[in-house]
């Protein structure tokens, strides 16, 4: 234990003080998920990357000013080269107590390989994703993956001593006959389960209208099965839980589409070119990188980063319609991550 006290939060116009930065290490991943990416995707040239130490310097900055949760997504996070080494520099602050949790979100492909180090650098609990249970459709959705690698990552990481929290996509026609196994499957092992509806981000080959699921509708189809009861349990995200009776496991929905919950929204993201969303849904943006390379001293960045969360808008607009092909946000989810 420590007796550090953290710094005071930033606060946006609309009063919600931002304790959460997620952080996307790479826009390159080892799968090709039909939702979040189109097959022939072109990725950011390397040299366009900040470095691992100017990633630990712009987190730092962020922990600085109040952050309290970190969590480091992509793409896929652990498919950047060398990237333990920044788990390993940003675990100090976990030290110091100046950060509460350093986690990250990952499709379980590299797991094996990184769990016990991962726990070794103080990370607790970690988000896979994983929307099926079935082989051949997890390599229809993935279009690349490997689902037995993907389990055999899962139980490393609880062999580690790290929580698990699945995050399912919810998918018309594709995993919709599945989602109650999945939860059996989850609770069974002590894991909880989050389903999130599809968001209209990138341009993809399929149709979201067919893709999109609304979780009233696989709530309403788990009452068959579950009893439900509403919980208040948070994890700092926009997740909403349940606990089963028969289980007694968690359920979470994210619902971006069918219920708005930009009110409570506490996170910022930055991509791997320094560049900083205010909203997942939104464009406007702040270049981190031109003044985080300008000067060796941070009070530039600082500044910048000041202006930014004061431009955070109020929330999102995700519609998803038969007649609106565009999407609503032109980057894909793998620019700023999960
Ligand atoms: N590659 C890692 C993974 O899959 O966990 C981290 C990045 S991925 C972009 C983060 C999360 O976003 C995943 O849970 C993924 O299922 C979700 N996701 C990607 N595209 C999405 C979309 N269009 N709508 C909703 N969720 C999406
Ligand atoms: Fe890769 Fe994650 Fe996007 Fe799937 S959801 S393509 S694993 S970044």
Redesign the pocket.
């Known amino acids: 234990m420590n007796d550090f006290t953290p710094a005071p939060a930033m606060i946006d116009p609309f009063g919600r003080s931002i304790s959460y930065l997620r952080v996307s290490v790479t826009d390159r991943?080892d799968?090709?998920?039909v939702y979040?990416?189109s097959e022939n995707m072109s990725f950011l040239p390397k040299q366009d990357l900040l470095t691992l130490e100017e990633l630990d310097r712009l987190c730092t900055v962020f922990v600085d000013k109040g952050v309290q949760k970190l969590r480091i997504t992509?793409?896929?996070p652990l498919v950047r080269r060398d990237i333990m080494t920044l788990f390993r520099s940003l675990s100090r602050h976990l030290v110091s107590g100046r950060l509460e949790e350093l986690t990250l979100t990952t499709?379980g492909s590299q797991l094996g390989k990184y769990a016990s180090e991962l726990a070794d650098c103080g990370i607790r609990r970690i988000n896979v994703?994983l929307d099926t249970l079935d082989a051949a459709k997890f390599r229809k959705i993935?279009r690349w993956g490997d689902l037995d690698k993907v389990l055999a990552g899962i139980d490393a990481a609880q062999a580690a001593g790290i929580a698990v929290k699945l995050n399912a996509v919810a998918l018309k026609g594709v995993n919709e006959d599945e989602v109650e196994d999945m939860i059996r499957w989850s609770h069974d092992r002590g894991i909880d389960i989050t389903f999130i509806e599809v968001m209209p981000m990138g341009d993809i080959e399929p149709d979201r209208f067919d893709q999109y699921w609304p979780l009233s509708h696989l709530r309403a189809r788990l009452l068959d099965q579950f009893t439900l009861d509403d919980i208040d349990y948070r994890t700092g995200g926009p997740a909403r839980y349940v606990s089963v009776r028969e289980t007694g496991g968690r359920i979470g929905f994210i619902t971006p589409m069918t219920h708005n919950f930009c009110e409570s929204c506490n996170r910022v993201r930055i991509t791997c070119t320094g560049t900083l969303y205010m909203c997942l849904g939104q464009d406007d943006a702040a270049d981190l990188r031109s003044p985080l390379r300008a000067s060796a001293n941070n009070d530039a960045l600082s500044r910048a980063i000041d202006a930014a969360i004061l431009r955070k808008p109020k929330g999102h607009d995700f519609v998803i319609e038969r007649t609106t092909q565009r999407p609503a946000v032109a980057r894909h989810?793998?620019v700023t991550g999960g």
Do not use: D, H, L
Request: with cysteine; aromatic share 8%.
């Open positions: 991943c799968f090709r998920c979040c990416m992509g793409g896929e499709n994703s993935t989810m793998s």
